[in-house]
């Protein structure tokens, strides 16, 4: 009987796992980054990426996030995993703000042309006041 | 029958981690299926993303990575290492990433070469709309100048409208103006006939003043003429009236009757004594009046014929201008002739009263 609660704890233990058995050190290195990317995204947050691309730096902030909660948990592989996410999306914000700014951009001067077009056709087809 | 249990209770604490290990495997076949589809999605563009090739590594890398972890991480039953999943997940996420960001750069771009053809298209579309804006212009601008005649047309029909009645009206004082032409013409016509026949009559007035000034000089050179005839004559009959002779005027001038013994002694055929006094009384008349012509004639009367014949008063009458001639008179002037005893002046009883000489002298009153 008393082999098999031994067992049935080892088993145990085996398949849930016990994290804080595994826990290890966070170096300084790790937390200097998340410092870093924490400020990184701050200061991206005050430009025109908090405007394009508010949704994906809302993701970086939930990696940073994770990060620091894996930091807290002891887990540095994890968080350096959150931080490297986090600093992609921070870099896919800007790329995507800059591609959203592009469109911004793109859509205005289509907007622009489209009524000077409807402009020429209102003249060509000779529209009163079409000027 | 303890064996059994235990298996049992082994088998049912298995089930439910068995169940989420298939559930997660799942989950991260879909992510890594998710990731190599994005990868391949972008290296299938590689002629845009060569601008863009770290990235393109970058996910590449990510993906590989995440096989890499995969692989070694799945045993030779084909389950994966339940500790390995979340770095799978993560480099297959991280690949999906940095696909999304190499497709955000290619949009960009694609964006930007938009923009910019539209930006292009822009000043092209304000040039043609500036040019229809100005043939727009110039349209309006016809179409106002077409609209001003119709007005001023509105206002040149009346003008036009009184210039036509104005017209009728003139034509008709032209009309009547005619009529009053043709009548004044026809007045004036008459008024030219009768200013020419006044004309013609002043002409002839006038012509008749000068003839009648002309008359009356001429008649005023008449008298003086006559005049100077006149006292010519006078004169004369007073020289004549001297030579105590018989005479007498006529038509064509004076005659002197002289007998003829007083002149001319027969039968000698000689001048008598004293004739010569009378003879040269004749002479000096002649003399005082050059132009006077003087015409002797010898009557004779009775017998003897030798002395009263014509033949012998033609001697007498010869020798008569000889002595006158003498005397001084202009022979040119005298002429001579006998008469015989054709005329006699008296009864037969009174002779040597019918033989006589009559000088005749003409031309007193013509010059």
Known sequence: MKKSIIMISLFLSAATGIPSAFAQNISQATVDQLLKTKAALAALAQTKANIYSKDILDEARTSITKAQERIDAKKEKAALESLEMAQTLMNYARVKSEEREAAEKTAVTRAKLEKLQKNLEDILSGKEGAQ | MKKTIIVLTMLLMMLPINGSVFAQSDDLNFIMQKAKSS??????????????????????????????????????RGKVNEAAIPTVKHYANMAEVMCQVVQSRLEKVNQEQENSRLEKLIPETEAKIKIFEAKNKEIKLLKDELAKPRGAMKSISGELSALKLEKINMTKEVSSLKTENANLTGQVAALNGVVDSLRNDVVDKTKKIEDLKALQGQKGDDIAKTRNKLNKINSIWQDVSKINVLSKLNTTGMTLIIPRNDLIKTPAMKMASGSETIIGKLAELMKKYPDMKAQIKVYGFGKPDKTENTKATENMAGILKTALVKAGGAAANISASGAGTTAPLYSKSAVEDNRRVEITFSDIISQ
């Open chain 2, 39 to 76: 990868v391949e999605k972008i290296l299938s563009r590689s002629h845009e993303t060569k601008p863009f090739a770290a990235d393109v590594e970058s996910a590449q890398n990510y993906l590989k990575k995440a096989e890499a972890e995969l692989k070694t991480n799945t045993n030779w």
